[in-house]
């Protein structure tokens, strides 16, 4: 995308929007942000997004010139997508103290043909009531990087016809907002545009002696290259949990974000168009607000977490990054010959306060990323053994091929047998693991460790999809002997570099630094490695008893980093937060190993936590102790819906249920 005023801010950058107290409803390629009482306010994160534009910034409703008092919020699944219905009260003639006779219902749907919202307003006295509505609407159609990055964008002028209002690019992104009441088409309704460039819709009405009246409008949005949904009916996979109402409650929330988050690369054009997608090359978004794409590590372990339930989602995923699987080297992009992305957007990524201060920089199609093609290969070879269509399994067989031999010959960089990374171009991400961010490796002391960086966790994925992918080619008359020799000698040099001791115990290090000395920090990264075989009976018995220590689970979750760590703080990212859906995999991988008793303690502090968040389980939330915070402590910051947490119920499930 060009650079512009409205997409890139037009003030000095500010911080990271907060979301821990905005209500959000999604249906892809659309999400909607509101504040805690059910306004659109030009502030943070609230906004109406296509894919990665924030296609309406504000939609304030007053009555008489004030903004009525809210009194609850609540978002629910609806046919179609996701219910947000905000109520509210206003005080005309004739209100008393204890019975106030007016009632406002604003009711905004999302869909994934865009966003409505129909007002109804409501009298309990016995006379008429006149009432004007006013709506002040704005769009700055500003890109995901900037709202993340807390510019401050400048609404543009809307183009106003009767009862429409159009903002536009010159990149071919619009948006549409038609009010839809039979008024305000017949003129009833007068709109003026300000100033600032926000458009005030103002609309009276009569209300009869107990009566009532609505008013309305729908917003679409118009992108080119924003990926499209892959529901265009309501679709719920399977989460049942029919004998637990928490359980089930998880379940059927879990299931509406799930439905919520699916898109499709099908009819994409412009600059990706020659890898656009088929019709059932269905896949989930990363996560609501700031990964509403594709993302190789988050949309496999989502598929990974669902495959129980909804096979054809593996299938999609599976199909759609290999569209996109490394073909060159291209250090920019980080993409190599058969190597998995991380990221795809309409246009580079940049935020300048992140990455230590350096500024993080990313270009549409990244690449930057560890653990994206082992783990590719893990769901392949997943998918095939829970019943993917033969010729399916065949099609993809090449792209096995050379992901398992980017693991060999660029994945391990240095010929060590491990595989690690490093960011070359110093824009990228200094971390490519799932703790990505540039200050989650450290030593017990607090110091950051030197890249390149081997991850524990990575080395399992690459031993699983080694031995996965050998079992799967053999199946299909393909030559395997080289990649299951490599993963046995890759067992046998994890158990002889790996493995570290405190005074807990023995249990493997986070990962090997750039001198190959194992970084001996306890954290939540251990936990990956329970049931991808790459440990034995004992080495997996040392992992749960140390992942259920009091310095590492909280009684909700996992921390992910031991609190004995000098750098751990329980709203840290990645040094001492819980993250719902690396707990998640730590309790499959306890039930795979047979450590039933774990899986199902950490099961059930990680379903009380859900019960905390009105069952939409965060992206993470605050590591902090039953005995330090009763209930989980949100973190600020916390995305949500996103498509790994919400994959995190079947886990939760499997054990509990």
């Not at 409205?6 to 942000?33: D, E, K, M």
């Not at 020659?274 to 989930?284: C, I």
């Not at 310095?551 to 040094?575: E, K, M």
């Amino acid at each position: 995308m060009p650079e512009s005023t409205a997409h890139n801010g037009t003030g000095p950058p500010s911080r990271q929007p907060l979301l821990h107290r905005l209500t959000a409803a999604v249906a892809a390629p659309y999400q909607l942000w509101l504040g805690d009482d059910g306004q659109l306010r030009t502030s943070g994160a609230q906004g109406a997004y296509l894919g990665d534009t924030r296609i309406l910034s504000c939609a304030l409703l007053t009555v008489d010139g004030r903004e009525p008092e809210a009194v609850s919020v609540h978002v629910r699944p609806a046919v179609g997508g996701q219910l947000i219905e905000a109520r509210f009260i206003f005080r005309g003639a004739g209100s008393t103290v204890l019975a106030p006779p007016c009632q406002l219902t604003r009711s905004l749907l999302v869909t994934p043909q865009g966003v409505g919202e129909s007002i109804c307003i409501e009298s309990a006295l016995r006379t008429a009531l006149t009432v004007h509505l006013g709506l002040e609407l704005a769009a700055d159609l500003a890109g995901m990087d900037a709202v993340r990055g807390g510019a401050i964008t400048a609404p543009l002028m809307p183009r106003i016809a009767a009862a429409t209002y159009r903002w536009d690019t010159s990149d071919g992104v619009e948006s549409t907002l038609v009010l839809n009441t039979p008024a305000a088409r017949a003129g009833a309704a007068t709109s003026t545009a300000a100033d600032n460039a926000s458009a005030v819709v103002v609309h009276s009405v009569t209300l009869e002696p107990h009566g009532t009246a609505k008013f309305g409008w729908q917003l679409t949005g118009t992108d080119p290259l924003c990926p499209v949904s892959a529901a265009p009916a309501w679709q719920e996979p399977k989460l049942t949990a029919d004998t637990n109402p928490r359980l089930a409650a998880l379940a059927a929330q879990s299931a509406s974000d799930v439905a919520g988050l699916r898109l499709t690369l099908r009819g994409l054009s412009g600059k990706h168009h020659h890898v656009a997608g088929e019709p059932s090359a269905t896949f989930l978004a990363a996560g609501a607000p700031w990964y509403f794409t594709l993302f190789g590590r988050d949309s496999l372990w989502a598929a990974r977490l669902l495959l129980s339930r909804d096979l054809s989602l593996a299938v999609g995923t599976l199909r759609t990054l290999a569209a996109f699987q490394g073909s060159t080297s291209d250090p920019a992009t980080a993409e190599q010959p058969g190597k998995i992305p991380h990221e795809l957007r309409r246009d580079s990524f940049s935020i300048p306060s992140e990455n230590q201060g350096k500024g993080l920089y990313l270009p549409p199609l990244y690449y930057g990323t560890v653990d994206a093609t082992p783990l590719w290969v893990c769901l392949l070879h997943e998918a095939w053994q829970a019943g993917m269509a033969h010729e399916e399994v065949e099609s993809l067989l090449d792209s096995c091929e050379a992901a398992l031999e980017w693991m060999v010959e660029y994945g391990d960089s240095d010929g060590d047998g491990f595989l690690e990374y490093i960011d070359p171009t110093g824009k990228g991400l200094a971390n490519q693991g799932w703790k990505d961010s540039a200050e989650a490796i450290r030593w017990p002391d607090g110091t950051l460790a030197s890249g390149p960086i081997a991850l524990c966790e990575v080395q399992a994925y690459a031993y699983e999809a080694a031995m996965g992918g050998s079992a799967l080619l053999t199946a299909f008359g393909r030559s395997a002997s080289r990649w299951r020799a490599w993963g046995t000698d890759l067992q046998g040099r994890f158990r002889d570099k790996f493995w570290c001791e405190d005074l807990s115990g023995r249990f493997p290090a986070i990962a090997l630094d750039a001198q190959k000395r194992p970084v001996s920090s306890a954290a939540s990264n251990m936990g990956h490695l329970l049931g991808t075989g790459l440990l034995n009976g004992g080495e997996s018995q040392a992992v749960a008893e140390r992942l259920t220590a009091p310095d590492l689970f909280t009684g909700f979750g996992i921390r992910t980093l031991s609190q004995t760590n000098a750098c751990y703080w329980p709203l840290s990212y990645h040094c001492g937060s819980v993250w719902s859906h690396d707990t998640a995999i730590i309790v499959a991988g306890l039930l795979k190993d047979g450590h039933t008793n774990a899986a199902h303690r950490i099961a059930s502090g990680l379903l009380d936590a859900a019960e905390a968040f009105h069952y939409r389980l965060p992206e993470l939330f605050g590591g902090y102790s039953r005995s330090q915070a009763p209930a989980p402590v949100p973190y600020p910051m916390s995305c949500f819906p996103q498509a790994w947490a919400a994959a995190a119920a079947v886990p939760i499930l499997d054990t509990l249920a």
